[in-house]
């Protein structure tokens, strides 16, 4: 059968007023809270404000769909209160999250432990998500935003921009953070949250490119090399990463910066320093460089000399920075170690980020301190959050879909009784 990913979306014809529970955002997390939800007994809607559900997951992983990752370590996830991520992640695992997709039809491969669906497609998973709510009657009802939501006795109220009304018993929130708004978060029920008695940590773009202020970097536009970044923070070594960085017009990119990038955020908010320290040769030792920029032919240019160490482009800029774009080998004198020095440690001063546009994911959201275990509220009976939307953001490699799927999977658990 050719699939129809519209093929279980409502339409005005087919839709009740009253349900025991309503879903508001159709992402990985909304779609897992549904199919777990339902799966205890439940009658679900879910309300989606884009055309199509799930319309982020297309874009994961390059269009490959990461799902999660076979290492976990106390740094994958971040926020006030990484732990609650932790514990959720111990009742619903990667092992978990992979049998899960198998028993939907979705078998996987890891690739240097990044998991994703075998075929590598993005739309797999979306498919299987969406075959299973329609397996199990889940109503999914698109191009409607909701605006409000009002509890009303044991019953919340639910509105959406179009005036249509629902009611349910329990409301599961999945609307996701601000990162990539053209896939429809954007945080435009934040002020409905708060209204319902919440706190939101502010929220900032994560797993985000940094814009640099020297527009020297600028003719580096198109250059990757892998090195060790190391985050200086008012001249404080803080965090590093290694990894490929890509250099860009105005920003740098790739997963080491990226990884640092929500640390560099929050800094750069509190009217910090920041810039990033390249180590060009990690596991060489900056008296072994020296030696080898000074046996190369004593006629060259020191940049040619340091081009044939690293890339050319990056050789002619430390040429001159030391000032030393038209000295030849023999004529640098001390200088070539300072021109050396540079391969092990130049500093890109950061003065921004690439916004929410550019990110792939949101640091901060609502505060864990108001929120139990089950991902329900302490503070609105029946009312449950699960994903991006909550304060808890991962790194590279696929935990920020785990942590999706983790917390949608209890937050459904939990409104059908499930406890987990
Ligand atoms: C380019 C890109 C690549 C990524 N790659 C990966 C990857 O490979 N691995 C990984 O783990 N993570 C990746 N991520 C991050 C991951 O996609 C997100 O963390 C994850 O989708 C969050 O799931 P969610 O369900 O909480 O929120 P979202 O996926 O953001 O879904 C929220 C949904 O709520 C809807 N919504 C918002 N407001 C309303 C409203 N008022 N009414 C109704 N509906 C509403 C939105 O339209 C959206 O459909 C990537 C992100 C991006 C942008």
Not at 83 to 103: G, H, P, Q, T, V
Not at 340 to 351: E, H, P, Q, R, S
Request: charged letters at 25%.
């Amino acid at each position: 059968m050719k699939p129809d990913l519209k093929s279980n979306v409502a339409n005005e014809y087919s839709i009740k007023k009253d349900y025991d529970v309503i879903v508001v955002g159709a992402g990985p997390a909304g779609l897992m809270a549904a199919i777990s939800a339902s799966r205890g007994g439940k009658d679900v809607l879910v309300v989606e404000q884009k055309d199509i559900p799930l319309k982020k997951i297309y874009a994961t992983g390059n269009g490959r769909c990461n799902f999660t990752n076979l290492t976990f370590d106390d740094k994958v996830f971040r926020g006030q209160k990484p732990e609650f991520a932790y514990e959720a992640y111990k009742r619903f695992d990667n092992k978990a999250l992979i049998e899960f997709m198998r028993s939907i039809g979705v078998i996987s491969k890891d690739i240097s432990g990044y998991v994703y669906p075998y075929n590598e497609q993005a739309r797999t998973i979306a498919q299987a998500l969406l075959f299973e709510c329609r397996r199990l009657h889940v109503t999914i009802l698109c191009s409607s935003r909701v605006v409000d939501i009002i509890k009303t006795d044991d019953r919340f109220e639910v509105t959406t921009e179009k005036k249509d009304r629902f009611e349910c018993r329990d409301i599961i929130v999945t609307v996701g953070g601000k990162a990539s708004p053209t896939h429809g978060s954007d945080g435009n029920l934040n002020k409905v949250i708060r209204r319902l008695g919440h706190e939101i940590i502010l929220q900032r773009p994560a797993l985000v490119p940094l814009t640099f202020e020297d527009k020297k970097f600028s003719d580096l536009s198109g250059v990757r090399l892998k090195c060790k970044v190391t985050l200086l923070i008012d001249g404080e070594k803080t965090e590093d990463e290694t990894g490929e960085i890509i250099f860009n017009k105005d920003n740098i990119s790739g997963i080491p910066v990226m990884q640092l990038s929500r640390y560099a955020t929050k800094a750069l908010d509190e009217k910090k320093s920041v810039s990033l320290k390249l180590d060009l040769f990690p596991d060489m030792e900056e008296v072994e460089l020296c030696k080898l920029v000074n046996n190369a032919d004593k006629d060259m240019s020191v940049s040619e000399a340091l081009g044939l160490l690293t890339n050319e482009k990056m050789a002619q800029l430390i040429g001159s920075l030391c000032g030393l774009e038209n000295k030849r080998v023999c004529e640098a004198s001390e200088k070539i170690n300072k021109a050396v020095a540079m391969l092990k440690g130049i500093n890109v001063k950061i003065n921004g980020d690439c916004g929410f546009n550019r990110a792939q994911v949101t640091s901060g959201g609502v505060s864990l301190d108001q929120i139990n275990s089950d991902m329900g509220s302490k503070l609105v009976d029946g009312l449950y959050f699960a994903g991006e939307v909550l304060d808890i953001d991962g790194t590279c490699g696929g935990y920020n879909l785990q942590w999706a799927f983790t917390s949608g999977y209890i937050a459904g658990s939990a409104v059908s009784g499930l406890s987990l």
